[in-house]
């Protein structure tokens, strides 16, 4: 094996070096996307972004040799790799990071589709996903090799704050891009008009029909220090997800950390970290009703919210950096 090829989407190289921390003596490199944030804020402009996915793509390509591996923190971007290497005929190895793949309606799920098996016909593209359940619904999903998969749940980052319990008579706070139920969200504030709730969305992901309550602020399309801001001086965290697909586990991980309880819609992916009534509360998909009612009990007992996000960052621990890059190697290895 030759080079390793470290490919991101945002950010220093020092946010990520953890991921090469199992590397030990090999040789890497790092390259990182021509990022500009309003490609993904404004809607007009995201063919921009995935235009920087294939630079990126076609940049990695041209800098390694067939003997190097490329491994992409960002699945897409590791998607383009793999298909600037079919289409040329190129031989590169590709590990292509969290997979993690939306449903989509009409056009969009079928180009997809395309897309995406076409990737996955290539012989050296390999790629990991968060949780075994989630690997078999993107099996029935697309022809895909199980072999080449590995299930690794997401890591802890070293860059995520800690910050200790301390229950506050504050907002319950709902924030996010992707997945983010927001018609569920506003129900459940509507069934709680003596409480405050705070939102953080990107404008372009909020339904057309949605109606904000007069109990309800929200906050669009901001940076990540005023998302952190924000988020630790809520008492509860709340993230009710439209579909079982990973989302949210950004959030999650800053939550548990920021000492914050959580109540949080019940997938397997979340059930990586989560565990119902024993770290967290765990609901159902659109259940408002659900949700206000474990509101209402984590805002009259704190004793219990405590007690909770005492657990969840006992839960969280063994999801280390080191960890995860070491399964990285391995699977480079193999």
Known sequence: MGKYFFIYDVGPKSRLEWLASAFSGKEVAWLVMKYNHKNRIYKWRRPLHFLGYMELACRAVLQSKSEDYIISWNFIIGAFVCAVCRLFGLK?????????????????????????????????????????????????????????????????????????????????????????????????????????????????????????????????????????????????????????????????????????????????????YLKNEENAFLIDLGDAQSLADHIIRLKESPILAESLTRNAKKSIEKYSPQAYSQTVYQICSA
């Open 92 to 272: 590169r190895t590709i590990l292509s990071l969290n997979m993690i793949s939306h449903p989509k309606g009409g056009i969009n799920a079928l180009i997809r589709k395309k897309t995406y098996d076409y990737v996955f016909s290539y012989r050296d593209f390999f790629l990991t996903v968060n949780s075994k359940e989630t690997l078999s619904a993107y099996l029935k999903e697309y022809n895909l090799d199980s072999r080449k998969v590995t299930v690794l749940p997401d890591a802890l980052l070293p860059e995520y704050k800690e910050k200790e319990f301390n229950f506050t008579d504050s907002y319950i706070f709902c924030g996010g891009e992707a997945q983010r139920d927001w018609l569920t969200f506003f129900q459940a504030a509507r069934l709680l008009p003596e409480y405050q709730f705070v939102g953080v969305a990107r404008k372009q992901f909020m339904p057309k029909e949605a109606v904000v309550p007069d109990n309800v602020k929200m906050y669009y399309d901001i940076d990540v220090e005023r998302f952190d801001d924000l988020l630790a001086q809520a008492s509860v965290v709340v993230l009710p997800l439209l579909s079982k697909m990973p989302a949210g586990l950004i959030v999650i991980f800053k939550s548990v950390l920021f000492s914050k309880p959580l109540i949080v819609t019940r997938t397997s992916s979340v059930e990586n």
